[in-house]
């Protein structure tokens, strides 16, 4: 069944991948989109800039934890889709405070569950046939894997190896426990590692380039031979469209980018973009790689077979590697005001002029 959402619920949607996904949504297909994000440290509603002014694009700084204000939103709004990406992400973090990502990942997608069931169970017959929640997971809750030549499917085990991954691997099972035991129509993804613009700097790819315009050194954990596949960020939110869209209640659907790159690779890769667009004076960029100790529990490798959405939905990305990573790159360097506020933590400041304009726009919405 091909379904056509005219009103879309965006959890995180002022994170990394949340802001693409709104940024699409509005921008580029035009629909009504209500954007719920608590604004941790990682939400920016700068990276939103570009809808902001959009009489589509409505914002509530809302913790997803938050049960009433969650069934508030959703039944005042009246999506026709829940997509949800608010999550705890960073593994380091993880490691160092669990706390946070079980409230999050856990509790946070249960009290979203339950809010969307009970809304999904007062609409009529058609509107419930079609509504989706559709839940935005990881690769690593598979865990890694010791063949080169192995692939993770839909249908490969868990084994998560740090406290985000097994948070993730929760909430996976908590939304196909939810779809079994009330029927609630629910859709998964498992995607690779997502890279592009907006990132913030505390992934490997934007820390390396921002690094390195700083002279700074270049880490890399252990000999750098961690193996990713790497998923440009608007490859990775047409796919979730398609899901949505077009995929079977009830299914999950691996999204890769068919990029395996060792880590050590992936800097390289970037220090030769930066050697040809920004050329240091002593030598290349390369010389600032700095080998430090690997982080407890780290998956060696991670690749996602992607044929389930290719065969079934016709999905395939659209960026190699090194096109994704030009453009990356080529986005850090354009665009330092956005990294300045990062870096300088006034972005943090200017959320309530921003966020005020956003919420404004909900006064005069139609349903909110």
């Not at 959402?5 to 802001?19: C, D, E, K, Y």
């Not at 999506?79 to 973090?93: N, Q």
């Not at 993730?168 to 009330?182: N, Q």
């Not at 030009?326 to 400041?349: C, F, I, P």
Request: hydrophobic share 35%; net charge negative.
């Amino acid at each position: 069944m091909v379904i056509s959402p005219n009103r879309i619920l965006v959890t995180g949607g002022a994170g990394f991948i949340g802001s693409a996904l709104v940024r699409y949504l509005v921008g580029e297909l035009g629909l009504q989109v209500l954007n719920v994000d608590k604004l941790t440290y990682a939400g920016n509603l700068e990276s939103l800039a570009q809808v902001a002014n959009s009489p589509n694009c409505s914002f509530l700084q809302v913790d997803i934890c938050d049960s009433g204000r969650m069934s508030e939103a959703i039944n005042s709004f009246q999506p026709d889709v829940i997509m949800h990406l608010a999550a705890e992400s960073h593994v380091d973090r993880s490691i160092d405070g669990a706390g946070e990502f079980i409230q999050t990942n856990l509790v946070g997608t249960f009290t979203l569950l339950e809010a969307a069931r009970s809304y999904w169970q007062t609409l009529g017959s058609q509107k419930k046939q079609t509504f989706r929640f559709h839940h935005i997971s990881t690769d690593e809750v598979y865990g890694d894997l010791e063949k080169t030549d192995d692939l993770f499917t839909e249908t490969t085990p868990y084994a998560p190896s740090s406290p985000y991954s097994a948070s993730k691997a929760g909430s996976d099972h908590l939304v196909r426990a939810w779809a079994r035991t009330y029927g609630l129509p629910v859709v998964i993804t498992n995607c690779s590692n997502n890279y592009g613009p907006f990132q913030f700097p505390e992934k490997l790819i934007p820390l390396v380039i921002l690094n390195a315009l700083e002279e700074k050194p270049l880490p890399i954990y252990g000999e750098g031979k961690q193996v990713r596949d790497w998923l440009y960020v608007d490859d990775h939110v047409r796919a979730l469209y398609e899901v949505v869209t077009k995929g079977d209640a009830g299914e999950t659907y691996n999204i890769g980018g068919h990029n395996e790159k060792q880590n050590i690779e992936v800097v390289r890769a970037i220090c030769r973009i930066l050697d040809e667009l920004v050329p240091r004076r002593n030598g290349s960029y390369k010389s600032l790689v700095t080998h430090v100790q690997d982080r407890p529990g780290h998956d060696m490798r991670y690749a996602i077979d992607a044929s389930k959405i290719q065969k079934s939905l016709g999905w395939v990305p659209e960026e190699t590697f090194e096109t994704g990573l030009r453009k990356t790159v080529e986005w850090y360097l354009v665009n330092r005001e956005w990294v300045a506020h990062v870096q300088d933590g006034s972005y943090l400041r200017e959320r309530l002029g921003v966020a005020g304009s956003l919420q404004s726009q909900i006064k005069g919405s139609e349903k909110v």
